[in-house]
């Protein structure tokens, strides 16, 4: 009865969700291609070639989730090759994430919209033998119909933080069938599975996280020194703004002002892509010195900040740096992925707002793989004491440790699931 009337609220919602595409197709033009997929409708052609493949459908909403299944959709496509491949996504973003492979048995598509029916046609279209949605995709009568067709639902790397598992107790009803209808759950760490288990989940196991089996492109050393020298870049140090989200950047651009350091070059990363125009007016705005990534010839002068406006170039962009401030984390947004830094041995400056990454970030600062700042104003003494030789040395081991200490999730989803394919 409660998933009935969640549906009823579904329909009413979804003339909406035009107004939305619309809406955010005038910032990002992507919003506005592929609107059948969202609605479950495909072609003949499509439903004929599908119709014969022995897939594994992986959910992977936006970007971070897509960067996370990279290891698990290589592994897979090594140990399963007459296996196809379909992966969804909820935003363009996630849709146009490199995954740093080719191979033709990779198809991309929209996930549509919550409404029985349109989930129906999506799973009647493509038949997966098996789902894996990652994180915290709970979409209830995608799940239902999964469970209703006898198709075997994961929820892998999930991970649950203390704000949304508040929200969901709030909703249990509705909640808790759906998840005793998944196969199982499988969580990045043992808070994670706790609260997992408090809603009603069952099968649930730890796993680890997806993110540490992450490694960079085969291409990253190649393009980071092409990057370089488009830069300008030689012996400034370097901070990294990762992936910033709306009205952080001018905080934390106020105070770099202040400090004046001499050698020292910071890069503006904006999470979202549609926000590259919104930060390059702003930089303007405070007459900063600074080049653009997107410009095809930087003029050799002074500068003291780049903006990255550019997609797909987040590894090159760490390379460069001696340090990463972590977008998401000076202002209330639950932090962004941090794992990606100390991937590439660049050590973290963190804020006070970590809770989308709580574990991972106390581990940072516990095991010296980074600090937390609960100011800007720390700044001014945080980075001469991290951009120290010896601290550097330090610290980049401290990431070297934790990674290596937490790898290895990708292949026991694997040997989890592979009964099931």
Request: with cysteine; aromatic share 10%; glycine share 6%.
């Amino acid at each position: 009865m409660i998933r009935f009337f969640y549906s009823l609220l579904v329909y009413f919602l979804l003339p909406f969700t035009c107004f939305k595409l619309i809406y955010r197709g005038f910032r990002q033009p992507d919003y506005l291609k592929y609107w059948g997929e969202r609605y479950g409708f495909y072609s003949a052609s499509t439903k004929k070639i599908w119709d014969v493949q022995k897939i594994l459908w992986i959910h992977a909403v936006s970007v971070g989730e897509t960067k996370a299944a990279i290891p698990l959709i290589k592994l897979f496509l090594k140990k399963y090759p007459r296996h196809y491949l379909l992966i969804t996504h909820g935003t363009p973003t996630g849709r146009a994430t490199s995954i740093d492979i080719k191979d033709s048995r990779i198809s991309r598509i929209y996930l549509p919209f919550d409404t029985p029916d349109a989930t129906k046609r999506f799973l009647s279209t493509f038949k997966p033998e098996m789902g894996l949605l990652l994180e915290t995709e709970l979409w209830f009568n995608l799940i239902h119909q999964g469970f209703q067709k006898s198709i075997p639902l994961y929820l892998v790397n999930a991970r649950l933080s203390e704000k949304s598992f508040q929200l969901y107790k709030r909703i249990s009803l509705l909640v808790k069938p759906s998840l005793q209808e998944l196969k199982g759950v499988l969580a990045q760490t043992r808070n994670d599975a706790k609260r997992f288990e408090a809603l009603g989940a069952k099968n649930v196991e730890v796993m680890g996280n997806l993110k540490f089996d992450v490694t960079p492109p085969r291409d990253t050393n190649k393009q980071s020194a092409a990057l370089k020298k488009h830069l300008h870049l030689k012996n400034q140090s370097v901070l990294l703004i990762a992936s910033s989200r709306q009205g952080e950047e001018e905080i934390i651009l106020q105070h770099l002002l202040k400090l004046r350091y001499k050698n020292l070059v910071t890069i503006f990363v904006p999470r979202h892509p549609q926000r590259f125009k919104e930060v390059e007016l702003m930089l303007k705005k405070y007459r900063a010195s600074f080049i653009k990534r997107s410009d095809k010839k930087n003029k050799v002068k002074p500068y003291q900040f780049i903006l990255g406006d550019s997609m797909g170039e987040m590894y090159s962009y760490y390379t460069l740096a001696n340090i990463a401030l972590m977008g998401g984390t000076i202002l209330p947004y639950g932090g962004q992925n941090l794992i990606e830094s100390m991937a590439m041995k660049v050590p973290v400056i963190l804020g006070p707002h970590t809770y989308n990454f709580h574990d991972v970030s106390n581990e940072a600062i516990r095991s010296g793989a980074g600090l937390r700042i609960h100011t800007l104003n720390q700044l001014e003494k945080v980075l001469p004491q991290m951009l120290k030789s010896s601290t550097q040395l330090k610290m980049k081991q401290a990431c070297s440790d934790m990674m290596h200490k937490h790898q290895g999730a990708s292949l026991k989803i694997l040997n989890k699931i592979k009964s099931m394919i």
